[in-house]
């Protein structure tokens, strides 16, 4: 196929858990593009109140500054956009908090953080937030559904991710989700998913130190539980109306 859109990853430098320096991004940035990823979407997290990533405009304006200088210095033969991942929390509810500033970059889609690996702020909101992009028109991308099959210690919730696609958001599995290391319970529920036909795309959600910028090893794995012309189509972009320049 003509290369992968990722359109998730942490290579925004400095401003989350993502790339420490813009030498670091630049590294994971050619690695994606050797690996054959030709559009890549940067999301940092926007995660008020936790640390400092939230959603304020000097914060915006820092990711903004530093995602230019690494287009600039970024490889040829990769496209890079600036997106976001919001996590739900109340305060993305409010009337007056416009989630289409959160857009990526020259599309009407927003991705919102998933479940983590154990309970987390905001998961109360999810729901509500996937529906409030809905009403503005816009199309929200739910990451790693699958996280929340592990979590110890709370009710079970097998339908979560059929309610969030009922409520109206794509859903995208992670690299790291197939691969194992978010866990084993993770795993098997990212393949059944898969298998049940519920995903609509893959996403690497590399941070460089912990999980690399790399769709076409989510896309390897999918593979083996949807078969090859499945597995391409969730990293081609057509779910999302993105396609990577030839
Ligand atoms: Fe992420």
């Not at 992968?4 to 925004?12: E, G, K, L, N, R």
């Not at 926007?46 to 903004?64: F, G």
Request: hydrophobic share 45%; net charge negative; aromatic share 4%.
């Amino acid at each position: 196929m003509a290369g992968y859109v990722d359109m998730h990853s942490h290579v925004v430098f400095g401003v989350d858990d993502g790339a420490e320096s813009l030498a670091h991004a630049v590294e994971l940035v050619t690695a994606a593009r050797d690996a054959g990823t030709r559009l890549l979407v940067a999301t940092p997290h926007v995660v008020p109140p936790y640390l400092d990533w939230n959603a304020s405009a000097q914060r915006l304006d820092r990711i903004r500054r530093r995602f230019a200088l690494l287009r600039d210095a970024a490889p040829a033969g990769i496209e890079l956009r600036l997106g976001y991942e919001v996590t739900a929390r109340p305060a993305r509810l409010r009337a007056d908090d416009d989630p289409a500033r959160f857009r990526i970059e020259g599309t009407e889609l927003v991705l919102l953080d998933g479940p983590q690996a154990v309970p987390w702020h905001g998961d109360a909101t999810m729901e509500r937030l996937i529906r409030r992009i809905r009403a503005e028109g816009l199309t929200p991308i739910l990451a790693h559904p699958e996280r929340r099959a592990c979590w110890r210690g709370v009710p079970p919730d097998p339908g979560f991710a059929e309610r969030m696609k009922a409520a109206g958001a794509l859903l995208q599995v992670d690299a790291t989700g197939l691969t194992g290391r978010d866990g084993p319970g993770v795993d098997v529920e990212a393949r059944r998913l898969l298998q049940e036909g519920l995903i609509d795309l893959l996403g690497s959600d590399g941070h460089g130190r912990v999980s690399e910028v790399r769709v076409d090893l989510a896309r390897a794995m999918a593979a083996e539980v949807v078969g090859e012309a499945a597995a391409d189509r969730l990293v081609d972009g057509s779910a999302i109306g993105l396609r990577a320049r030839p």
